[in-house]
């Protein structure tokens, strides 16, 4: 069974830190873009982060950069995504998303990511 796992979410407080981890099972990781996306209450999805296939290059959003990484560990088949010096606005429902190579790079086309996780929720409030 083809899935994406997120964990990792929880309450923390402003400024403080967490890591969201992304499992795949039934297909491999390394042949995929991989992208977060987030959701807040009353908003659409917005990208935050992805890391490109083979070359392991990395996109921000601009909300995030200088505060999030993101990161592949291809043998354990699984993508992180370590958020430092939270803020409320950070307050979503985070999902990672699989996609094909050619998406590295042209924008946060979220309608063409193959394979979605069930979310996990990052709350940030003091």
């Known amino acids: 069974q083809v899935q994406l796992v997120e964990s990792g979410g929880g309450l923390v407080q402003p400024g403080g830190s967490l890591r969201l981890s992304c499992a795949a099972s039934g297909f491999t990781l390394d042949y995929y873009v991989i992208a977060w996306f987030r959701q807040a209450p009353g908003k659409e999805r917005e990208g935050v982060s992805c890391?490109?296939?083979?070359?392991?290059?990395?996109h921000y959003a601009d909300s995030v950069k200088g505060r999030f990484t993101i990161s592949r560990d291809n043998a354990k088949n699984t993508v992180y995504l370590q958020m430092n010096s939270l803020k409320p606005e950070d307050t979503a429902v985070y999902y990672c998303?699989?996609?094909?190579?050619?998406?590295?790079?042209?924008?946060?086309?979220?309608?063409?990511?193959?394979?979605w996780g069930q979310g996990t929720q990052v709350t940030v409030s003091s």
């Open positions: 890391i490109n296939k083979n070359d392991g290059n990395t």
């Open positions: 998303a699989a996609g094909p190579p050619w998406l590295y790079g042209s924008g946060w086309k979220s309608e063409e990511y193959d394979y």
